[in-house]
């Protein structure tokens, strides 16, 4: 069993400190939630395990890989991928050349060729329209587009920034569906969240953040039980 | 008549030449997000390679075309990881610290050749030169319609790359968001590196064939940069689609200025025409994406 492993990290941007020395474990198979009010920090740790912004303190491991000392464009060729906050498809590229850029760590192009073709079916609003500039896709096929070029190689866990952030009711559910699908493959996912009330029946585990440090940590059962923590953070949901 | 069907299509030939060093530009920008103040450098490198093909080792100056390429290439091969590095560094404005390199850069160049080949004009000598081709009333250097086609070739042989490769495709999506682009695998040192070689490579092939149409001499580069520049706010920063457009319309109001005015004053007619376009648009009137 795979796991993926924030180990203290401290990070920011310049001079100023974001994430003061936050610590938290992701199960393959499992989903793993961070919730926290806007501004906290999420997005910023999640791009510090992804690799995506230098860590100043503590190192994120994936089993034994300490992905903290690679450089960003090598993280995705250990089996983790980070989809960035808003999706992070390219509006000018087309639909299937965004699913390629996916696969562009795997060198057996036909390999990923053959991924993307099934992978493709299972969604079929792509499928209609693999040589539309995905800047035209509408905002819940455009949130698709970057879920599946997620899974183009084949990750061991996705980092999810806000997956779900502007879609209509209906979107988000299809949305956090899919998600849960993937554990059932063995994907291992850590997700931060806004849309706490559909996000919180199908976490595994779940954190929260305020202010770059970690608030809470347990299963959805013991945040319920925690009317302080949830009349703070959760809005009584 | 004759003589305006002769002048467009001079101006043509000649913007097709532009072109190919503009897309260039206009991709480097887009990856590395620097304006390159010594593109007209790497187009007089290429010019002088040219002559001395001919003058030192006898051979046709169209032999000097893929040399050029491979030369010029490497040396921005090496120069990319310094632009790179100076692109984004933590200094406080590094996009300025990076135009600053690239203009000393420029007058490096420049010096350097004005000291190692001094104040001569040089021509690029091809089988070609001289030689004319009448197509009815219309007389056309045969030289110019060479270098056209030479630089369609050049430019879609770019475009097949860009459109038709994985590494195309890393590009193209580097240009768009190089944050996303990282995530997805691609190192973007590395990928600068190969464009401004590319790009240093392809700059010095159109020096060739400028060298081949007109002549060269250590002085003639700050006209290309300028060149690159009107094409460049014309056609929007980064844009490379508006930069064949915008270079076809600069090669026509440089041939009719010359021929109907004097050609004195196309550099004057060319910032009339930039200062026009950033009054009516500032975001330039071509933009179009990569
Ligand atoms: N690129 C950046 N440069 C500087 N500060 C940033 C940057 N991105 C985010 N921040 C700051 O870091 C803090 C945390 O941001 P973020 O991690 O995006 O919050 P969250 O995802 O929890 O809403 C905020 O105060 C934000 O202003
Ligand atoms: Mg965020």
Redesign the interface.
């Known amino acids: 069993m795979s796991t993926l492993a924030a180990d203290t990290i401290v990070t920011g941007y310049g001079k100023q400190e974001i994430v003061h020395g936050v610590s938290l474990a992701a199960e393959a198979g499992k989903i793993t939630c961070i919730f926290g009010p806007n501004g906290c920090g999420k997005s910023t740790l999640l791009k510090a395990i992804a690799g995506a912004l230098p860590v100043w303190g503590g190192a994120a491991r994936l089993d034994d890989t300490v992905l903290s000392n690679l450089p960003v464009h090598e993280v995705v060729r250990q089996g983790l991928v980070l989809m960035p906050q808003g999706g992070g498809v390219f509006p000018r590229l087309t639909v299937m050349e965004n699913l390629r850029m996916g696969g562009y760590a795997i060198a057996d192009k036909r390999l990923v060729e053959a991924r993307i073709e099934a992978l493709i079916e299972q969604y079929p609003s792509l499928a209609r329209r693999r040589r539309t500039l995905a800047g035209a896709l509408s905002g819940g096929e455009q949130a698709m587009l970057s879920l599946a070029r997620a899974l183009v190689s084949e990750p061991r866990f996705i980092l999810l920034d806000e997956p779900s952030a502007g879609l209509s009711p209906a979107m988000v559910l299809e949305t956090l569906e899919r998600i849960t699908t993937l554990t059932r493959q063995g994907i291992g996912i850590l997700m931060v969240e806004q849309n706490i009330r559909e996000a919180m029946p199908i976490a595994d585990r779940l954190y929260i953040l305020a202010a770059g440090e970690k608030r809470f940590e347990g299963s959805p059962a013991d945040v319920r039980d925690d009317r302080q923590i949830m009349d703070i953070y959760m809005g009584g949901a | 008549m004759d003589l305006f069907l002769q002048t467009l299509l001079n101006g043509l030939l000649i913007g097709g030449v532009i072109a190919t060093f503009t897309i260039a530009f206009q991709l480097t920008f887009g990856v590395l997000h620097v304006i390159d103040f010594a593109v007209g450098g790497w187009v007089v490198l290429g010019g002088y390679l040219g002559y001395y093909v001919t003058a030192l080792l006898g051979l046709d100056g169209f032999a000097a075309i893929p040399l050029a390429f491979v030369l010029f290439g490497a040396l921005g091969y090496l120069i990319g990881p310094v632009l790179y590095n100076v692109r984004n560094s ?1 200094t406080a404005r590094p996009e300025l610290m990076a135009l600053a390199l690239t203009f000393g850069l420029f007058t490096l160049l420049r010096g350097g050749m004005l000291t190692a080949w001094g104040f001569n004009t040089r021509n690029v000598t091809t089988f070609l030169s001289g030689e004319s081709l009448a197509v009815g009333p219309v007389i056309v250097p045969l030289i110019r319609v060479a270098a056209a086609v030479f630089a369609a070739a050049i430019a879609g042989g770019l475009f097949l790359f860009l459109y038709r490769t ?1 590494y195309g ?2 590009i ?2 580097t240009a ?2 190089c ?10 040192r590395r990928l600068s590196a190969n464009v401004y070689g590319l790009y240093a490579g392809i700059t010095a092939m159109a020096g060739v064939l400028m060298g081949a149409i007109y002549s060269v001499n250590p002085e003639v580069g700050l006209r290309y940069t300028l060149f690159a520049f009107f094409v460049a706010v014309l056609a929007g920063l980064g844009s490379v689609g508006g930069a064949v457009a915008a270079a076809l319309m600069l090669g026509v109001i440089e041939a009719f200025v010359s021929t109907y005015v004097g050609s004195s004053y196309s550099l004057l007619a060319i910032f009339a025409t930039l200062f026009v376009v950033l009054l009516v648009s500032p975001k330039g009137i071509l933009r179009r ?2």
Do not use: K, S
């Open positions: 933590r994985r495709l890393a193209r999506a768009e968001n944050h996303n682009a990282a995530l997805m695998g691609v190192n973007i994406g990569l």
